[in-house]
């Protein structure tokens, strides 16, 4: 596998270099079966009954499927990324720019708190007696380097990943749910804070958006509409109801939201190291996307072709150096706000 040049950043994805429905459907569950849909649901679970906490996550999904497949279809046609559909949905030049630029920004601030994430997951476990900060840059060094090579780095990464952290989420069911008698739950009274029907929608549908959002950065691989609706309805079914579901059980099962203490609780050592993989394949996402879309930015303003594995490498070492600092600790609220953009651009798309 080589070091890429190009992932046509800011031009058409020619067919020869469409991949088969398993391994866009494996990158998009990558993006799907993550640590924050895990907290989601546990948050759900926590504050919600089980009906409405599953009806939350019925309506969310809903949403999120009709503007992913609609947005999908439209990457898979054209064969661009999100910023460059942005061009052809009548945002223009400058409008597409600064969406580029919006998502790029983005996805880069949530790499650098995804390294500083891993990386305490690494001292807190394995290596406790290394300085943090060097974990930190050799931890955002390796990303950087891994993306650099491209949507098959994403392939190999989740194929990896994605099924090691379903295997812990099934352990976790099977130890807290399944193990434990049915009068053990209580599922018809939250533990919580309560929380509406629509507040658990919006936070379903919230979570996910910037990544549906960006859908037509991983459906340009696809083939066709049916593998871009399978990649869709698999990845929702697996991260939007199965770890969703197994979350709400557990949370109702323990009385907490606490997602450490669940994964202490349940798997101990192996439950730290699914913190840690939960980020790891989330995380390469979020620097392929901010790539692309910043190789656009740059190409529309320079006219210039920019190299996609230096700019990947730079924007990778600039979000790690941010970590190292803690800058990103004071720019969270800042990116939140960020995200505030995004449904209303999905909305006009």
């Not at 203490?261 to 620097?287: E, Q, R, Y």
């Not at 800058?327 to 995200?339: A, D, P, Q, V, W």
Request: hydrophobic content about 55%; overall charge positive; charged content about 10%.
């Amino acid at each position: 596998m080589n070091v890429s040049k190009d992932e046509y950043a800011f031009s058409r994805l020619p067919k020869e270099k469409k991949a088969s429905l398993f391994n866009v459907t494996i990158v998009r569950m990558g993006m799907a079966t993550s640590l924050a849909q895990f907290m989601l649901g546990a948050t759900l679970g926590h504050r919600m009954t089980f009906i409405e906490a599953m009806i939350a996550t019925f309506l969310g999904s809903l949403a999120l499927t009709f503007i992913s497949f609609g947005l999908g279809y439209a990457g898979m046609k054209e064969g661009v990324s999100t910023s460059i559909l942005a061009r052809f949905c009548g945002f223009g030049k400058i409008g597409s720019m600064l969406i580029g630029v919006a998502i790029s920004v983005s996805l880069l601030g949530w790499f650098g708190i995804n390294i500083s994430l891993i990386s305490q997951g690494f001292v807190n476990t394995i290596t406790p007696n290394i300085n943090l900060v060097w974990i930190t840059v050799m931890t955002g060094f390796f990303f950087s380097l891994l993306v650099a090579f491209g949507f098959k780095a994403l392939s190999i990464t989740a194929k990896v990943t994605v099924p090691l952290f379903l295997m812990v989420v099934s352990f976790i069911s099977l130890n807290e749910i399944f193990l434990k008698p049915i009068n053990h739950f209580n599922f018809s009274h939250p533990n919580g804070e309560l929380l509406s029907v629509g507040d658990g929608t919006t936070m379903v549908a919230g979570l996910f958006i910037i990544f549906a959002l960006i859908t037509p950065d991983i459906s340009r691989y696809c083939k066709n509409g049916k593998h871009v609706f399978w990649m869709i309805f698999i990845s929702i079914i697996v991260g939007e109801f199965f770890i969703n579901g197994i979350a709400i059980l557990v949370a109702h099962a323990l009385g907490t939201d606490d997602v450490v203490k669940i994964m202490l609780h349940s798997a101990g050592f192996i439950g730290i190291l699914t913190i840690i993989l939960s980020a790891i394949k989330v995380n390469d996402t979020n620097l392929y996307s901010s790539s692309i879309h910043m190789l656009g930015f740059l190409e529309a303003i320079t006219n210039k072709r920019f190299n996609y594995a230096g700019i990947t490498i730079f924007l990778g070492l600039f979000g790690t150096l941010l970590s190292s600092l803690g800058i990103l600790e004071h720019l969270t609220s800042f990116l939140l706000m960020l995200g505030v953009i995004f449904p209303p651009i999905a909305g006009l798309y």
